[in-house]
């Protein structure tokens, strides 16, 4: 998968201009600042529950298991906790598949894993949100990233 790009537009003092309180009337000179805007761009709008429906149909054992991973996905911070054994209860998929397919997940950068049973999603590969979102939760992707090279 390609790497999301950013578009920044940087922030620059626009002038003074006056402002007339609609209340009062009173006329004020204040500093106009453009502020910086981020935008993604480069990137695909998917209907996540369409797909893993299409990819549950191709099979694949894998697939299973990433599917539901997905399912249980909290959108509120791209956590997943689970265990490799509760995966393979709800799925079906044995043991050393699940545990083959999270391997794949962590060394592709898609999955993280932050400590025992709980991993993060990569943001830069599937977020529910806004751009300001996605960004603080790369920083604490990252983050986490840190924290493992310096032990």
């Known amino acids: 998968m390609g790497k999301t790009k950013i578009k920044i537009k940087k922030q ?8 007339i309180n609609q209340e009062t009337g009173e ?7 453009e502020k910086n805007v981020e935008q993604d ?14 990819l549950d149909i191709i099979g694949n054992k894998k697939i299973k ?46 999955l993280k894993k932050i400590r025992q ?8 590969i599937i977020i529910q949100g806004k751009t300001n979102k996605r960004m603080n939760l790369l920083i604490q992707y990252n983050k986490n990233d840190n924290e493992e090279k310096e032990d």
């Open 27 to 33: 006329i004020k000179e204040m500093v106009v600042v």
């Open 65 to 110: 298991v990433i599917n539901y991973l997905f399912e249980i996905l909290n959108p509120r911070d791209n956590s997943i906790s689970i265990t490799y054994k509760e995966v393979e209860k709800h799925t079906g998929v044995s043991y050393p598949i699940v545990v083959e397919t999270f391997k794949i997940l962590i060394e592709t950068n898609f």
């Open 12 to 19: 620059k003092i626009v002038g003074t201009q006056n402002y």
């Open 41 to 54: 761009f480069n990137f695909h709008k998917i209907w996540l529950l369409d797909l893993l429906g299409v």
């Open 117 to 124: 049973s709980f991993y993060m999603v990569n943001p830069d």
